[in-house]
């Protein structure tokens, strides 16, 4: 499929990538990159791929090169890397941020070679070349987010690429990504990170009571928390507005709960038998509703259900609570 593969980035996702590659064939050379010597040296080891000692070694010749490294680092490889990009070739990443990806890496792409972000939206807590393995990116979404006037076949072969590597292909704008990845991905790994750095910091419960009457929900903020903290940090720095967009929105309804469990006031509808729910119930859906649709879960301006857009949000389905929620999709906030 291509000649020369080059992986900038030789972390969890880009040496997944390399077996991935290996696994399908997808590469006549795949040849590989890291800004660490140690790294670089565990990756010839493993033979991941043929290891270069820079990145503007690395794209010689590449007909696709990929991004693996922090998204923070992508101003400087690119300036690193252009003059050494062959005419044609396709440039792309990883990154879970992609409005900042085109304007870092964009005014260094020389013309005639077709840079299309995309974020193959897979992982793992681990990190490091050895954290690698080929099914990674298996029944996994990848989003690639093309800018305007990218080139169609590139796009599509870009596209083959990552179906060929195992993974369900969407093509999206990068600034509607941006948005839904704040909410599904960004924020909570924020509140995991922010879950368990308050544990450690009580000062009643010691560390070792902490893990040992851990349930299962807490284990899974600790996986989480043990994420590669400069990857994060670069996400949460170069997502900063849909970050702190979703950020203030959950803070609203946090408040909402907090408010709630102190006056021991709360009726939630799903326990409730005194009747239809209170109008302010009925307009705190509706805001709901409104933001997720602000927010970017919906593809298309086009009008959708309610039930629809609570769905994709992720939201439980609870059919039936109430006569004036019969068959709705609905988690319904505290009455209040």
């Known amino acids: 499929m291509f000649e020369r593969i080059a992986l900038i980035g030789l972390g969890l996702i880009g040496s997944s990538l390399a077996h991935a590659v290996k696994r399908e064939r997808l590469a006549e050379t795949i040849a590989g990159y890291d800004a660490s010597d140690a790294v670089r040296k565990r990756a010839a080891e493993l033979e991941l791929a043929a290891i270069a000692p820079t990145a503007a070694d690395v794209v010689k010749g590449a007909d696709l090169v990929i991004l693996c490294s922090p998204v923070g680092s992508y101003k400087d490889i690119a300036a690193a890397i252009a003059p050494h990009l062959a005419p044609g070739a396709i440039v792309s990443d990883v990154g879970s941020v992609k409005s900042a990806v085109l304007?870092?890496?964009s005014p260094f792409v020389p013309q005639g070679v077709h840079f299309l972000p995309a974020h193959p939206i897979a992982g793992t807590e681990q990190s490091g070349p050895d954290a690698g393995f080929s099914s990674l990116f298996d029944h996994r979404w990848c989003i690639i987010t093309p800018p305007p006037g990218a080139d169609e076949g590139a796009v599509a072969k870009l596209k083959q690429f990552w179906e060929r590597c195992g993974s369900q292909v969407e093509v999206m704008e990068a600034g509607h990504h941006d948005l839904v990845l704040a909410m599904t991905?960004?924020?909570p790994h924020l509140i995991a990170y922010n879950i368990v750095g308050t544990a450690h910091d009580l000062e009643k419960v010691a560390e070792t009571e902490v893990i040992k009457f851990s349930a299962g929900g807490f284990r899974?903020?600790?996986r989480i928390a043990a994420s590669d903290p400069t990857m994060w940090r670069d996400v949460f720095l170069n997502n900063r507005d849909a970050v702190l967009e979703v950020l203030g929105r959950f803070n609203e309804d946090l408040s909402l709960l907090q408010r709630a469990v102190a006056t021991a006031m709360a009726r939630c509808c799903s326990t409730c038998s005194r009747g239809p729910a209170p109008s302010g119930a009925r307009s705190s859906i509706s805001a709901r509703i409104r933001r997720l649709r602000t927010l970017g879960?919906?593809?298309s301006k086009k009008?959708?259900?309610k039930a629809e857009t609570v769905a994709r949000a992720g939201?439980?389905?609870i059919p039936g609570l109430h006569?004036?929620?019969s068959a709705r999709w609905i988690r319904c906030?505290?009455?209040r």
């Open 297 to 299: 879960v919906t593809k």
């Open 220 to 222: 899974d903020f600790t």
């Open 103 to 105: 304007r870092d890496v």
């Open 303 to 305: 009008t959708i259900s």
């Open 315 to 317: 939201w439980a389905a």
């Open 333 to 335: 906030p505290p009455c």
């Open 323 to 325: 006569p004036w929620w």
């Open 185 to 187: 991905s960004h924020v």
